[in-house]
């Protein structure tokens, strides 16, 4: 079909309790059987909705895993090396207290009926 892909990146998509729905209705809608799809969100205490995505992603039939961001190269990919203020730091919006958390969804390739 053309209007499926099998690969969609998405990160900062879900601001509130509709968006979760509607970004893993856009998942299962728009992935090929076999796809995956990431999504890289803060957590549910900056964003509302985040806490409802997984369950969103399940009830439309959709394998999830998550993994804090923190987790990847030791946790230096949010260290603030020197205190200087590159990286993660100069993100827009980005707050020390914030955590990531990385989805990785994937269609079956399998039909349910």
Known sequence: DENTVNVILAA??????????????????????GGIAIVVSVD???RFG??????ECIRVGLQIETTN???FYDGQLLHNHDNNDDGIHQ???????????????????TIQI
């Open 91 to 109: 993100t827009s919006g980005y707050v020390d207290d914030m955590s990531l958390t990385l989805f990785r969804i994937h269609k079956s390739n």
């Open 44 to 46: 549910a205490k900056h």
């Open 12 to 33: 900062d998509v879900i601001c509130k309790a509709e968006d979760a729905i509607a970004v893993a209705n856009t998942i299962e809608h728009l992935l090929v059987p």
């Open 50 to 55: 985040v806490d409802q995505f997984e369950s």
């Open 69 to 71: 961001v923190a987790d």
